[in-house]
């Protein structure tokens, strides 16, 4: 082979008129993990401006929740954050429960917590495996999915099933706690805290994965606020805003458990913020654990909207006749709107609900928290090194399902 | 507190709040479509208000009613911790006419919320610097969270678009690659 020793004096060098490239990223990209699509003008490696395209996971759930019963919302949005739908499950059935006025034992209340808070762990391991992942380290991302796998063997375990669990129910669950929940959830969160432990000594002494951190997609407070950022990203940002902490939901108000705000929002505090959120879920479980009562309904007392007991469809006239009535009709919800909105594993997730009183609602509206935060990946973008689009979009941890429903 | 924030939209705007209620203890003005802009501009900027968030936004589609579609807004307050929905009816019965003045320079999150809201209802945003449809592609006909869009309906294939400096041709000709599903469904009265 000969040596490429061009004489670059007597080559002729033409510099491009235009000095800017159009880049096209995604929408299947392996660092796009969803599907977005980013069409960016680049001058050298600067990212002069961005166009982010969302919608290719677009499934119509919002119509799709108008041609049903109010219970058959469940599975739908347990598709939109597949990573925490019992998360979902329960800010819907909760928007339920506010508009007719019910609500669950405390029991069940404790029983969600439990639950939503694992799911949120598990919301959180993937964002912040999957973002070391995508910077190279992907020792981490193995141990956090093997942590996540264990949360998802509860919920299997308690539901029945590992991703979309469809669990949740207007006026309670589909089932009490099994015998072994308390001990199963403790063992489970304490096996995540040791973990995220272990992973987090082996990326925070790490030079290479923290200055692609540090610094870098940066944005404000202002910002952040109005761009409707909630969530671990607006928490980053420094604003203390945690739906569970300012307007608390359930039982709450009962925990003991600290809310972590980030200095500068960057992608290395919007990385912490969920490591340390990861440990607090933890603490509120730890909590809730200890309080929840061992026995007690786990359904409202409510026969409008929970199915009777098997016992009494099989033997009586009036359990089959109610049974029959909730699946087929639908619960009715009395006419009227609302908007009801827990912290979900992004953010604020609000279900503005419209009911005309008959067993199909009339318009669901699922406020998605990662709509609302891939709006401002333009912003975090625009100005940064085409490198930083990853760990940029990795720290957002935009869930595709629930960012385009 | 929150009687408070409708009591001074109220003072402040007089005839433009048309209605107020605060069913399931949401407070709800609805406000007449030409102060929408007004009303979301005193509500970020007024002392007593500062809602510097808006949280959601979105339309409900009454096809019976005349104004049609009912813009509605949740504003939020991160610093008093309040909030307040908003709502305004445009449109004609026809789904004609829907237009609403943008808040997009007054918040960011409303740039890709009316974004959503035209592609979904096609309630149109005066003044919004880029309303193309955002979850739906560039060629799709109507507008489907409107109750007249049938859940079944089939959209038209779309061609290959001509992007310009972009040559490269599919892999494949009419005939080849892969078949479209929605090509050889017999659905309804869909023929070929």
Redesign the interface.
């Known amino acids: 082979m000969e040596p490429l020793d061009l004489d670059l004096e007597e080559a002729e060098l033409e510099l491009p008129t235009d000095p800017t490239t159009?880049l096209n990223v995604g929408p299947a990209h392996p660092a796009m993990h969803g599907t977005v699509r980013c069409v960016m003008e680049l001058s050298g490696e600067n990212i002069e401006q961005v166009d982010v395209?969302?919608?290719y996971l677009?499934r119509?759930f919002?119509?799709?929740c108008?041609?049903g019963t109010w219970s058959q919302v469940f599975p739908y949005v347990d598709r939109c954050n597949y990573v925490s739908p019992m998360l979902n499950n329960v800010g819907f059935a909760l928007a339920c429960e506010?508009?007719l006025?019910i609500e669950v034992p405390e029991r069940c209340q404790y029983y969600r917590v439990i639950l939503g808070e694992l799911a949120r762990m598990s919301d959180h391991l993937t964002c912040v495996g999957a973002m070391a992942m995508e910077l190279g380290a992907f020792t981490p991302f193995l141990w956090f999915v093997r942590a996540r796998e264990m949360i998802w063997d509860l919920m299997e375990e308690e539901t029945g099933a590992r991703l979309t669990h469809s669990f949740g129910r207007v006026g309670g669950m589909a089932h009490p706690p099994t015998k072994a929940f308390k001990e199963l959830a403790r063992a489970t969160s304490d096996h995540v805290v040791k973990v995220v432990k272990e992973g987090e000594q082996l990326l925070l002494g790490n030079r290479i994965f923290l200055d692609r951190l540090d610094k870098v997609g940066i944005i404000s407070a202002e910002?952040a606020?109005?761009?409707?950022w909630t969530g671990p990203c607006l928490r980053a940002s420094g604003?203390p805003?945690d739906v569970r902490k300012?307007?608390p939901y359930m039982v709450y108000d009962r925990f003991d458990f600290d809310v972590p705000v980030g200095a500068t929002g960057d992608c290395y505090d919007r990385f912490i913020v969920r490591v340390e959120e990861l440990k607090q879920s933890a603490r509120i479980i730890e909590q809730a654990l200890e309080q929840m009562p061992d026995d007690g309904p786990i359904n409202a007392d409510d026969p409008r909207v929970v199915l009777p007991p098997k016992e009494e469809v099989y033997n009586s006239i009036e359990g089959t006749i109610q049974h029959f009535k909730i699946v087929m009709e639908g619960l009715k919800i009395p006419a009227?709107?609302?908007?009801s909105?827990t912290e979900g594993g992004n953010g604020?997730l609000?279900f503005?609900l419209?009911s005309d009183g008959s067993g199909t609602p009339?318009?669901v509206?699922i406020?998605p928290p990662c709509?609302?935060v891939?709006?401002?990946l333009e912003?975090v973008i625009t100005g940064e090194m085409i490198a930083d689009v990853v760990p940029c979009f990795g720290s957002l941890n935009m869930i595709g399902g629930e960012c385009?429903? | 507190m929150a009687e408070a924030l409708v009591k001074a939209v109220q003072s402040q705007f007089g005839a433009a709040v048309l209605e107020t209620h605060n069913?399931?203890g949401?407070e709800?003005i609805v406000v007449d479509a030409g102060s929408w802009k007004d009303i979301a501009a005193f509500l970020r900027d007024d002392r007593r208000t500062q809602m510097?968030?808006?949280?959601?936004l979105?339309a409900?589609?009454y096809p019976d009613r005349e104004p049609r579609f009912e813009v509605?807004a949740?504003f939020c307050s991160?610093t008093r911790?309040h909030?307040l929905?908003v709502k305004a009816r445009v449109g004609f019965e026809d789904g004609e006419g829907a237009e609403i003045d943008s808040l997009a320079d007054l918040?960011?999150?409303a740039?890709?919320?009316e974004r959503?809201c035209w592609d979904?209802f096609g309630v149109k945003f005066k003044g919004h610097p880029d309303l193309r449809?955002?979850?739906?592609?560039p060629e799709f006909e109507g507008h489907?969270?409107r109750?007249d869009?049938p859940?079944q309906k089939i959209q038209p294939l779309v061609p290959y678009r001509d992007v310009d400096?972009i040559e490269k041709l599919p892999p494949f000709g009419d005939d080849m690659g892969m078949s479209f599903g929605r090509q050889t469904h017999a659905f309804g009265s869909h023929e070929e």
């Not at chain 1, 606020?225 to 409707?228: D, E, F, K, Y």
């Not at chain 1, 009227?336 to 908007?339: C, F, H, Q």
């Not at chain 2, 449809?133 to 592609?137: A, D, E, P, Q, T």
């Open positions: 159009m395209q969302v919608g677009h119509g919002e119509k799709m108008e041609r506010k508009m006025g910002d606020i109005s761009l409707g604003v805003y300012a307007h009227g709107e609302v908007y909105y604020e609000g503005y419209v009339y318009r509206r406020r709509f609302l891939t709006s401002g912003r385009d429903r | 069913q399931h949401d709800t510097n968030m808006l949280t959601d979105t409900v589609d509605v949740h991160l911790g909030r929905r918040y960011g999150s740039n890709w919320m959503e979904m449809r955002i979850l739906m592609y489907p969270l109750r869009y859940a400096n």
